[in-house]
């Protein structure tokens, strides 16, 4: 009996997709992990994933407010302190004591 290719690819075909229904019908392919939770659906994963993203999110705004909230802060402490600066050296040059010789010692020394 003579076969030719095109019967050969034909029963190799049968073959192979009969062992594979074969093995989808007789039990699962592996042993089901001790971790695993069969009530972990799809559904499940995305609300995870959309409660970590909203997390971050709002961790990511958190600590922008707070930088903003020390930057300000900086800047009102600051604030004036060139202008405080710029009169004690006057003062200090003998241009007037307009503050001082206390006040002007505290105001050098922060401006250095």
Known sequence: MYLNISAID???????GFIQELIEQTGPWGKPSKHSQPWWTEEVQ????????????LNQ??????SHRKNYQ??????????RC???RLG?????NWQGEERQATDQSSCQ
């Open 10 to 16: 034909a029963y190799t075909k049968y073959t192979i």
């Open 46 to 57: 995305e609300a995870v994933r959309e409660e970590r993203e909203a997390r971050r999110r």
């Open 61 to 66: 705004e958190i600590q922008e407010e707070a």
């Open 74 to 83: 900086y800047t009102r402490e600051n604030e004036g302190t060139s202008q």
């Open 86 to 88: 710029s009169m004690s």
């Open 92 to 96: 200090a040059e003998g241009s007037g």
